[in-house]
């Protein structure tokens, strides 16, 4: 069986960063040390971290006075720091770079009066947080239809902003239906550059093999993105790990891709290319 395994792959920088000062945190013996959310899109990632004593919540409120909380790389909205600091909790904040940036130019461009525009997913984390940012009061959209049902007036300024691991072709499809519907606003790109090379990567291998596997969380993002992409050009298997493969089914394939979202470990990456090579 050909493998062959994209050129950008695995843990991004940001998710490495976050890991590593999590566990560092762990390491440390420290009694009460909170998630805010599960760490990554990666369930068998977090389980780890949760064996060493990480204990995962949804909300701050869960989390005692004078405790420790990390906050993860996807970010939380302004909120949050204000509550933590009112309940004496330290922070280890992993918010990724690229999410901060975000964070920074929502907040500024919301006092100057713009009305701010996010293009991603309302229910994803890290729109979440961006929105948190503005008072929650951005406007939110997904797809080409969202932005048609809204309304957008002339007459307003706008500031728009992208979820970092928004499709770089669907990003530019709304801006370009925005510009059209607006004289005064101002764009950021903001998708992560190294979300931009994951997705150029997959696709460029989905026309050289004869299907596609694609590992990551069935909650992550990026890597629901990377199924997408890779489905337009050749049958492809999204999974979490090698135990979600069916051996019969992959046979009738001389050459085989992989490639996996920016959660996924490379513990699970080896072992997803070590059963395939073995069928």
């Known amino acids: 069986m050909n493998v062959k395994i994209a050129k950008e792959a695995g843990f ?13 945190k762990l390491e440390s013996n420290e009694d009460g040390i909170y998630a805010l ?20 919540v949804d909300n701050i409120s869960s989390i005692p006075e004078q405790n420790n909380m ?20 330290t922070i280890v904040d992993t918010t990724c770079p690229f999410v901060k940036k975000i964070h920074k130019i929502v907040k500024e461009y919301s006092k100057k009066g713009y009305e701010i525009i996010v293009i991603g997913d309302s229910k994803h984390p890290e ?13 939110i959209v997904k797809t080409i239809e969202d932005l048609k049902s809204t309304n957008l007036d ?18 530019l499809k709304i801006v370009d239906e925005i510009s059209k519907r607006t004289n005064d606003v101002i764009f950021n790109n903001t998708i992560c550059s190294a979300t931009k090379v994951r997705q150029q990567a997959a696709r460029e291998l989905s026309k050289e093999v004869d299907c596609m596997i694609v590992i990551g969380g069935t909650h992550s993002s990026n890597t629901q993105k990377l199924v997408n992409i890779c489905q337009e050009f050749v049958s492809t298997f999204a999974i979490e790990t090698k135990n ?20 996924t470990p490379d513990w699970i990456i ?7 090579k073995s069928i």
């Open 37 to 56: 959310g599960p760490l990554i899109h990666n369930k068998q990632a977090v389980s780890k971290y949760e064996e060493k004593g990480l204990v995962t």
């Open 270 to 276: 080896d072992d997803v290319i070590e059963f395939i």
């Open 12 to 24: 991004c920088f940001g998710v490495k960063r976050a890991m590593k000062m999590a566990w560092n």
């Open 244 to 263: 979600d493969l069916d051996s019969s089914a992959l046979k009738k394939y001389n050459t085989i891709g992989v490639t996996a979202g920016a959660s």
């Open 70 to 89: 990390i906050i993860r790389s996807h970010g939380v909205g302004e909120e949050v720091y204000i509550n933590a600091d009112k309940k004496q909790i």
């Open 154 to 171: 002339k007459s307003k300024k706008y500031c728009v902003v992208a979820q970092t691991t928004i499709n770089s072709e669907l990003y």
């Open 127 to 139: 729109v979440i947080g961006i929105n948190g940012w503005c008072n929650n009061n951005s406007i």
